[in-house]
């Protein structure tokens, strides 16, 4: 298992460039599935759960391959139509393969995606949305046997919440089903955006996505794409809290700045001095930053629930005080003890945390528990005096490729144990 050791303190400076989305990555990978041959994806970042995304597609009988940041599918040949528990609960997001797998077999056997860090995360929006579309489900001992017995099928779905993988799954399901799906109170995020793309390039007719009405006329005829993932907002978002923690003037390429609209009143009411030209965005932070005084997680476009943690990191040494209401998931606080072991004055209740600024954090030993916590004890251990070490890595490479290059090359001290 590998440690972070931070040495804090450091003034970061020069130029990042955004990996690709993780959470675009995944689906579109899925999505391969219906292609039936090489599909080719630029800007593919090399994470845990895109390796695990590449090992289910090579388990079905696929191809992958990596080459640099590009990634080659080809899904022309399958030969299984199961995923196994080991390789469903390497990831959680592995439920996307469901729709992907169900629109190419007609049958799938699969384990449920198992227990999730940030508390229950159930799938019922998925399955549901599945058998309204003509696909019998039944659960038991923890697997899903799903099949088709008569057509996969378009249907009007109402999603009760705006969940993003129950829209992605119900999309990809529907550009190969017979017939229009219709899906209300879609998800709107950009990585929804993203693979419809992906689907139309594919030869798939999907609008209105980034709307709340999505309409897919469904499609036998699919065929390979090329595609470049959009940038990480949410690594974006990260890498601006390092720079404003650290008092840092640091300039990022390869963003989208529309997708960071629901962040940057953040990190200007903090004082952060934000110039965004062309595809590129400055950020410089101010000597001391200012309370944001209250941040409510949503969906898109409101304030992500991905880029809490890493906020929370500024909050905690903001001049003032911050109320945070997490209304995405519960459990997705863990980070909260670890940043008090930095001397930061966070106290939660259900899901409300109320952050109040100190001058400094002091370096400390920490562990983190889930993904965006452990981005958010980097963004700590980045601007605590002195030499704090980071346990539970393996949840931060699930999401940030090659961090603590990335941190070094902005000048951190940052080591890999
Ligand atoms: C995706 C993102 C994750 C992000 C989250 C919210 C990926 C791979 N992951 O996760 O990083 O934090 O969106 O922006 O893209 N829900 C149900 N039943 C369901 C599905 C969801 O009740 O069948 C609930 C969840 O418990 C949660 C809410 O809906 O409270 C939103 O979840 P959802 O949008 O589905 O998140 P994910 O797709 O899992």
């Known amino acids: 298992m590998s440690v972070y050791v931070i040495e804090g ?79 469903m609960h390497r990831m959680r997001s592995s439920i996307i393969f469901l729709g992907a797998m169900i629109a190419r077999f007609d049958r799938v056997r699969m384990s449920f995606p198992g227990g999730c860090e940030l508390g229950p995360r159930p799938i019922d929006l998925h399955l549901d949305a599945l058998r309204e579309m003509g696909v019998e489900i039944s659960e038991e001992h923890g697997e899903l046997d799903c099949y088709v017995s008569d057509r996969l099928h378009g249907a009007d779905i109402v999603l009760p919440i705006p969940s993003v993988g129950a829209t992605e799954n119900i999309m990809i399901a529907a550009a190969a089903a017979h017939g229009v799906t219709t899906i209300s109170n879609a998800a709107r995020e950009p990585e929804i955006v993203d693979l419809a793309d992906f689907l ?15 309409v897919i006329e469904g499609s036998s005829e699919l065929h390979p794409a090329t595609h470049s993932i959009i940038p990480d907002r949410i690594v974006a978002a990260t890498l601006m809290s390092a720079a404003a923690v650290t ?97 930061a004055d966070i106290r939660v209740e ?45 949840y931060l490479e699930r999401g940030y490729e090659d961090f603590e290059l990335v941190l070094s090359s902005l000048g951190a001290d940052v080591k890999k144990v």
Do not use: W
Not at 200 to 214: E, K, L, P, R
């Open 350 to 394: 259900g899901k409300v945390a109320v952050v109040d600024g100190v001058r400094r954090l002091l370096s400390a030993d920490v562990s983190a528990r889930d993904l965006r916590g452990a981005a958010a004890l980097v963004v700590a251990a980045l601007c605590a005096k002195g030499a704090s070490e980071i346990r539970g890595i393996e």
């Open 200 to 214: 139309n390039a594919c030869g798939a007719a999907v609008s209105g996505a980034g709307g709340s009405t999505i």
């Open 247 to 343: 008092g840092s003037d640091i300039r990022f390429t390869g963003i989208i700045p529309s997708h960071l609209e629901s962040v940057l009143p953040v990190f200007r009411d903090s004082g952060c001095d934000i110039d965004i030209r062309g595809g590129g965005m400055r950020l410089i932070a101010p000597y001391r930053l200012t309370a944001p005084k209250l941040i409510r997680t949503m969906p898109y476009p409101g304030f992500p629930t991905d880029a809490q943690a890493p906020v929370m990191s500024m909050a905690a040494v903001a001049d003032g005080m911050t109320v945070f209401v997490e209304n995405m998931f519960i459990s997705r606080y863990s980070h909260v003890s670890e940043l008090c072991r930095f001397g």
């Open 9 to 87: 303190g450091r003034t970061l400076s020069g130029e990042v460039k955004i990996q690709g989305s993780k959470n675009s990555t995944l689906p579109i990978l899925a999505a391969t599935l219906l292609c039936g041959g090489e599909s080719v994806l630029f800007n593919c970042p090399r994470l845990s759960d895109v390796e695990a995304s590449l090992d289910i597609l090579r388990y079905i009988g696929c191809t992958a391959r990596r080459e640099g940041s590009t990634v080659i599918v080809d899904t022309g040949s399958v030969s299984r139509c199961e995923i196994p528990p080991t390789l």
